[in-house]
């Protein structure tokens, strides 16, 4: 069996629908279908001016999120700052965050590690987080 793995990310299921936050989300969790061990990766495309309704953090994992398209702002803990094309955010587990699209919409990589296995165990969701 070969050591590597190749996935197109249209062809990972998106779970925005299952959530019910279509069509404003698109995400799609990488690292199963990549079969990866020591890190983690999701590709999310937000709407114009959509805000994600909830923020996370981690007990463990440290994140990096690429802005691959669009702009936005993003809210870590109290500070809110302007990202636009190839900004990268690491974000340290603890923090809080959430991202808001630009009048463009937004696409953002995110990279995560360690690996620690399922969401509900690593991942604190908080819904309404950031709100006017």
Not at 112 to 123: F, L, M, S, V, Y
């Amino acid at each position: 069996m070969a050591a590597h793995t190749i996935v197109n990310l249209n062809d990972v299921e998106d779970m925005g629908p299952r959530f019910g936050y279509a069509p404003n989300l698109q995400a799609r969790f990488v690292t199963g279908p990549l079969g990866l061990e020591q890190s983690g990766l999701s590709y999310q495309r937000l709407a114009p001016n959509f805000r994600m309704p909830f923020g996370h953090k981690h007990k463990q994992q440290e994140e990096v999120y690429v802005v691959l398209r669009g702009s936005g702002r993003v809210k870590l803990d109290d500070e809110i700052m302007d990202v636009k094309e190839l900004d990268a955010v690491r974000v340290p587990g603890e923090t809080m965050r959430a991202f808001e699209a630009g009048p463009d919409g937004a696409e953002l990589l995110a990279f995560g590690a360690p690996n620690t296995g399922p969401p509900q165990e690593d991942a604190e969701m908080v819904p309404g987080w950031w709100s006017d």
